[in-house]
């Protein structure tokens, strides 16, 4: 299986801060075509998950500018500039081109 | 609008069943692949399902093979999961969720299965 090892698990910030989550894959997450299939999600409290980044570094519709997707390979990041309130949650990373599907354990987003 | 209702889940004993359902609207579950998802309290996600478009093979992780079973009606493009042998193990909050080029890119609201005697 592809294990999905997200850093920190949790990370207390300042609003107006920025944060940044890091992720990495136990295999590449090349695929055949040439991209990259990493993707991010948060999960506010009581919420189902929500995309917010496909292919490494592509936002969804309607998500924030602040948030942005790096990496390539095995190693990824997440960015988060200038932290808001309804930023607060939890964001996983996951893989869904090796079976089983993997998602990492989660960083919790906190104010500090 | 592309949406994915659950519905079904509910208290089992251990040892019981339970079928899930998901229905689908804005698009066809035919034409996508589809997987259910769940999460045990304060935990995190974990994939046990998926099903291809077209043919409908499917895949199950090992915590759930020979127990899950994935499925779908395309006359009411509906997703199913059949879940039997439950254990304490498989609560969690079950979600449907359509996959699309390598992600997740919808997901329904999710449906709550608590297996305890």
């Known amino acids: 299986d592809v294990v999905m090892t997200q850093s920190p698990l949790s990370l207390p910030v300042t609003l107006g801060q920025s944060a940044s989550i890091s992720c990495r894959s136990s295999q590449s997450l090349v695929f055949s075509d040439g991209d990259t299939y990493l993707n991010w999600f948060q999960q506010r409290p009581g919420q189902s998950p929500r995309r917010l980044i496909y292919k490494v570094s592509n936002r969804d519709s309607g998500v924030p500018d602040r948030f942005s997707g790096s990496g390539s390979g095995t190693d990824f990041t997440l960015k988060i500039s200038r932290v808001e309130a309804e930023d607060l949650g939890v964001y996983y990373c996951m893989q869904a081109i090796h079976w089983p599907y993997t998602f990492g354990q989660g960083t919790k987003l906190e104010i500090k | 609008e592309v949406q994915l209702v659950e519905s079904g889940g509910d208290l089992v004993l251990p040892g019981g069943s339970l079928r899930l359902s998901c229905a689908a609207s804005g698009f066809t579950v035919r034409t996508y692949y589809m997987a259910w998802v769940r999460q045990a309290a304060g935990k995190g996600l974990e994939c046990v399902s998926v099903i291809s478009h077209g043919d409908a093979v499917t895949n199950h992780a090992d915590s759930v093979k020979g127990r899950f079973a994935i499925s779908r009606d395309e006359s009411k493009n509906t997703l199913y999961l059949q879940m039997s042998s439950l254990r304490g193990e498989d609560t969690a909050v079950y979600y449907c969720?359509?996959?699309?080029?390598?992600?997740?890119?919808?997901w329904g609201q999710g449906t709550v299965v608590t297996v305890s005697s």
């Open positions: 969720a359509r996959l699309n080029r390598g992600s997740i890119d919808y």
